[in-house]
């Protein structure tokens, strides 16, 4: 049953274009995916290789400038984005590997943090080139319909599910957890830390980016503080990871329903104006504190309560 | 307990089929508005007018005999949430007709919404140009562009300071980056340099650096475009460094709300800038509507508020004109709307590149003693401008 989980929800999402559900629906759904992606490239290297990275947004916003800036330079649809921004990415994931990850703990997570933000000023300031505050806006999108959007945010979904299952079933899956469990006794027993950390970086920078180039196209207008943002990109994506289960398949799935739909749904209750986000805060805290690892990662402790009610019934009965 | 549950599921029932025993005889009209996040206090002004018009309106029996109910959802100042909110407006309230937002970057993202559905959409305060000179059919904007934003600040400055140089400084924003474009273009077309021309991070706590460049370049006049906090700790700071210029000016939004010299305290004297909108300027019912907002909340609005205040019967003209309710008849009826508002005169007009933009006159306005004071264009000013302005050793 359980290896066939990802099956049959990929098979579901497949249809949910067929209920019939309002384009609101849709958005949500479609924002949940685009938050999937996010999470699950930043678990390769936050979860799994233990490299914690404050500075996403660097690589969720160049994929989408790269997106914005094919169509607003050369004028080609920023579909192309997509491939494009794999090249771009993984350059960028060179570069700041071979610099930033010879740094170990709190160093290299304030060294991303400084790459999200000096991606944002540098977007700010090359007016010539980006636009600066004023965006990219994409004349027409491509469709109005939801459904393509859909299926392709769909399909990149699962096609990173699935890369990141190959990726860590195979021996370089087992070289990352080494490097988070002990990245000195992994150099002893020959790993190169600081070349697999890259190639780590790589895959989580390069599925963030084209996440973002697929925000480009779908939301058809970016700008710096939209793309490029410390809180709502950066520090969220760790959010949506911490709360569905770091270094687990399903968990940043998971925490991205939570965060997009509760936070949708405590925000469309009438008349709590902007206490809204007090009551989501609040829920964000109490799930970390009493659920450490993460909704999927304490999945056991969750459902321990009811398993335990179960075994009860069935003492009565004997 | 079996009773409480009982008590419990009436309710849960009865709140679900409640709304809709009304239904038949109320509006309910969705507006995103940020309610948190940096831009809350702009949203929060328009929230207050909202209301104000809302209570004029339900009093002399709403909308074509309905009672309008206004629900305010926060967008918190995202783009990606206010299409959220659109997306369910739309698709699952069915509202005719929406309205509101405030910043440049969310109205664009409602815009393309509205646009790709083919539901009216009305710009309340969205000031970026290029939001109406994308061709859309279904956006109409009720406010200037910021490229008019400053149009009576210049022609001040070409009647009365005629000067030289200027500095611009600037918040990075849509709505700072696009202002001062916009400025710099109209200083060129009238001979004035520009010295300097500097961005500066929103909320930063220290523009000393920055100042001291524009020290150093000695302007006539000093133009900046910011929001809030920004807009008074500039002043202060200015204060503190004694740079003296001929005049300093702002680009409306933070120099325009009482808190600007709430906060700036005597660095704001004298201080203009241009604005949409004043609680002295003569609009039928526009000082009614002032002096309303400030019985309620002790401040005078600024124009953001008229304009979200004149929104709300610009919405309701229209579907009182429209044939029905369908987006294109709501449409044919904002074209044709032509009404005097507490905002202004208003009327959607093709012309200049722009499509569904209303133009009017923006004003200058001066603290004055502490007050905002209408200045500019001259039939419409409330006191005498002060020009030319002490230096900072020379005030008491």
């Known amino acids: ?187 002893s027993l020959g790993i190169n830390t600081t070349f697999y950390k890259t190639i780590s970086l790589c895959i989580s920078g390069v599925l963030t980016g084209i996440a973002g180039a697929y925000y480009m196209n779908y939301m058809g207008y970016i700008d710096p503080s939209t793309v490029f943002p410390l809180s709502e990109v950066s520090i969220a994506t760790v959010v949506v990871v911490m709360v569905g289960g770091a270094a687990t398949y399903w968990g940043p799935i998971v925490g991205a329903v939570i965060m997009v739909f ?24 109490l799930i970390i504190m009493f659920l450490p690892n993460g909704i999927v990662g304490d999945f056991r402790k969750l459902i321990k309560p009811l398993s335990r009610a179960k075994r009860e019934c069935h003492h009565e009965f004997n | 307990m079996k009773r409480f549950s009982a008590i419990v599921s009436c309710l849960f029932l009865l709140s679900i089929f409640a709304p809709q025993a009304f239904a038949q005889n109320v509006l309910k009209l969705g507006i995103p508005l940020p309610l948190t996040g940096t831009n809350a206090k702009f949203g929060e002004i328009e929230k207050k007018s909202y209301e104000i018009a809302l209570g004029e309106i339900n009093a002399k029996g709403g909308i074509k005999g309905k009672k309008v109910v206004l629900e305010f959802e926060d967008s918190q100042g995202k783009p990606e949430v206010s299409r959220s909110i659109v997306e369910r407006l739309i698709d699952v309230k069915k509202q005719p007709v929406v309205f ?28 970026t140009d290029d939001i109406t000179q994308q061709n859309y059919k279904y956006v109409f904007r009720m406010n200037p562009t910021n490229a008019y934003y400053a149009t009576g600040l210049m022609s001040f400055l070409k009647e009365v300071v005629k000067p030289k140089t200027i500095a611009i400084l600037y918040e990075s924003s849509d709505f700072g980056t696009s202002g001062a474009e916009d400025m710099v273009k109209q200083a060129a077309k009238v001979g004035i340099k520009v010295l300097v021309k500097e961005q500066y991070e929103k909320g930063a706590v220290d523009f000393k650096p920055i100042l001291s460049k524009v020290k150093a370049a000695k302007p006539d006049v000093i133009y900046m475009v910011s929001y809030v906090m920004d807009a008074a700790l500039l002043m202060r700071q200015i204060k503190e460094l004694r740079i003296d210029a001929n005049l300093y000016a702002g680009g409306a939004a933070g120099f325009a709300i009482p808190e600007f010299i709430q906060n700036a305290k005597e660095a704001s004297e004298l201080v203009m800038t241009a604005t949409l909108w004043s609680q002295q300027i003569a609009y039928p019912g526009s000082r009614e509507y002032a002096e309303k907002y400030k019985k309620m909340y002790k401040d005078y609005p600024s124009y953001h508020g008229a304009e979200a205040y004149s929104a709300l019967y610009i919405i309701k003209d229209v579907l009182e004109r429209a044939k029905s309710w369908k987006p294109d008849d709501i449409r044919a009826a904002f074209k044709a709307t032509n009404m005097m508002t507490a905002f202004g005169p208003i009327k959607f007009e093709d012309k200049e590149g722009y499509t569904n933009q209303n133009f009017m006159e923006t004003l200058v306005m001066q603290v004055i003693k502490g007050k905002h004071e209408t200045i500019w264009p001259q039939k419409y000013a409330s006191a005498k401008y002060v020009y030319p302005i002490p230096k900072w050793r020379e005030r008491k």
């Open chain 2, 100 to 127: 509101g937002e405030y910043s440049s970057s969310c109205s664009k993202a409602v815009a393309a919404v509205a646009e790709e559905r083919k539901i009216p959409y009305m710009v309340v305060t969205g000031a």
């Open chain 1, 262 to 285: 509760l936070a949708e749904e405590i925000r469309s209750i009438p008349f709590i104006g902007a206490a809204h986000q007090t009551i989501f805060g609040i829920i964000l805290i």
């Open chain 1, 1 to 187: 049953m359980k290896k066939f989980l990802p099956l049959i929800v990929f098979a579901l999402l497949c249809i949910v274009p067929f209920f019939g559900l309002s384009t609101y629906v849709m958005h949500i759904l479609i924002l949940v995916l685009i938050w999937s992606v996010i999470g699950m490239g930043w678990n390769i290297l936050g979860g799994y290789t233990g490299q914690v990275s404050f500075g996403h947004a660097a690589f969720f916003g160049m994929g989408a400038y790269a997106a914005g800036l094919l169509y607003q330079h050369l004028g080609i649809s920023a579909w192309w984005g997509l491939p494009v921004c794999v090249l771009i990415l993984t350059a960028l994931s060179l570069i700041v590997g071979y610099i930033c990850l010879r740094l170990r703990g709190a160093y290299f997570a304030l060294a991303t943090l400084a790459l999200g933000e000096i991606c944002r000023v540098a977007a700010e300031n090359l007016v010539d080139f980006t636009k600066g505050n004023m965006g990219i806006m994409l004349r027409e999108r491509t469709w109005v319909d939801k459904t393509w959007y859909f299926y392709i945010i769909l399909l990149i979904a699962a096609g990173t599910y699935i890369l990141i299952k190959m990726v860590m079933e195979s021996k370089l899956g087992y070289y990352f957890v080494a490097i988070r469990e002990d990245q000195d006794a992994a150099e």
